[in-house]
């Protein structure tokens, strides 16, 4: 077992599934309530929702019992920790902006950053991916 895991479970596999029908399913199995305990939030595009945890859990064993849901097998919806990243993707950044910019914007605690070790400029995207020294700093 690793010694830090994620409190972000992602559901795949979401489309025959609303987000009202998937709120209660994760309810029904977590035994904790939406908004207080946890939020879910849907990505559309990719067919995938994931689930943020407020309230303490045993994530792994909350993905363990999702899969050995019925209701969750008969839907075909699959459940896994996501992964600690040590990058985000920045969007609609003027091309104006430096990557020294953003990079002292992203270390601020103030805005919930960390040590940054890379700025990637993408200007003809608007774009800039921001490596932090350590998965902390991306909350």
Request: a negative charge; proline letters at 4%.
């Amino acid at each position: 077992k690793s010694a830090e895991t994620s409190p972000l479970v992602v559901f795949e596999n979401i489309q025959g599934c609303s987000l009202k029908c998937l709120s209660m399913l994760l309810e029904s199995i977590s035994g904790l309530a939406v908004d207080d305990d946890f939020t879910v939030e849907v990505i559309p595009d990719i067919n995938v929702a994931v689930a943020t945890f407020i309230k303490s859990i045993d994530a792994e064993e909350f993905v363990k019992k999702c899969s050995q849901n019925k209701r969750v097998n008969e839907l075909k919806i699959t459940a896994r920790l996501l992964e600690l990243t040590r990058s985000i993707k920045a969007e609609n950044i003027p091309a104006s902006v430096s990557a020294d910019c953003i990079s002292v914007y992203f270390q601020s605690p103030q805005n919930g950053g960390g040590p940054i070790s890379d700025v990637q400029l993408f200007p003809e995207k608007n774009a800039a991916i921001i490596t932090f020294c350590d998965h902390k700093g991306n909350a």
